[in-house]
């Protein structure tokens, strides 16, 4: 599979998804995380977790929510349904989901090396503002930021995204 845009459907991610998120976590990530790791995401009070289901999950995203931040923890679409605007739409609907809970800005790392999220996250308006130095172990993390996205301009950017 590839190519094209695909339409999915943005829900609430689940414990019932959880085989799936860490099988895919395990075969996408040098460190992924374990069950229990996102057992205890999922169960936090500050968390929201979305899943992108075509017929079951093909990617996911969450975000942690502290006073007016959001941080995103984790995004992941599996690779054989990238390069269809599925981590866009994740990325939409938890900014949509994070000022519906209050948060003014959001921020997330993102791997020095990863040129698809960075662009992608670019196109969000998030900026780099550090880096820490090898948080991945075999690389480092920009530290993205991008504020007031509860603003009327920052909507209408992400509307012109859509």
């Keep these: 599979m590839g190519g094209g845009?695909?339409?999915?459907?943005?829900?609430?991610?689940?414990?019932?998804?959880?085989?799936?998120v860490v099988a895919m976590?395990?075969?996408?990530?040098?460190?992924?995380?374990?069950?229990?790791?996102?057992?205890?995401?999922?169960?936090?009070?500050?968390?929201?977790y979305l899943a992108a289901d075509?017929?079951?999950?093909?990617?996911?995203?969450?975000?942690?929510?502290?006073?007016?931040?959001?941080h995103v923890t984790?995004?992941?679409?599996?690779?054989?349904?990238?390069?269809?605007?599925?981590?866009?739409?994740?990325m939409l609907a938890l900014i949509e989901a994070?000022?519906?809970?209050g948060a003014r800005h959001l921020t997330l790392e993102v791997r020095s090396t990863n040129e698809e999220a960075r662009r992608l996250y670019a196109r969000l308006g998030l900026a780099p503002v550090?880096?820490?130095?090898g948080y991945y172990?075999?690389?480092?993390?920009?530290i993205l930021w991008v504020h007031d996205i509860d603003v009327d301009v920052y909507r209408e950017r992400?509307?012109?995204?859509r």
């Design 5 to 20: 845009v695909t339409t999915v459907m943005i829900r609430r991610l689940t414990f019932e998804d959880l085989e799936t």
């Design 25 to 48: 976590e395990a075969a996408n990530r040098p460190a992924p995380w374990t069950e229990t790791v996102f057992r205890d995401e999922l169960a936090a009070e500050n968390r929201i």
């Design 54 to 70: 075509q017929d079951g999950v093909v990617g996911w995203g969450g975000l942690m929510l502290v006073g007016d931040e959001a």
């Design 74 to 90: 984790n995004l992941l679409v599996d690779p054989e349904w990238r390069r269809r605007g599925i981590g866009l739409e994740l």
């Design 98 to 101: 994070a000022v519906s809970e």
């Design 130 to 133: 550090g880096v820490r130095r």
């Design 137 to 142: 172990g075999d690389d480092d993390a920009l």
């Design 158 to 161: 992400l509307e012109g995204l």
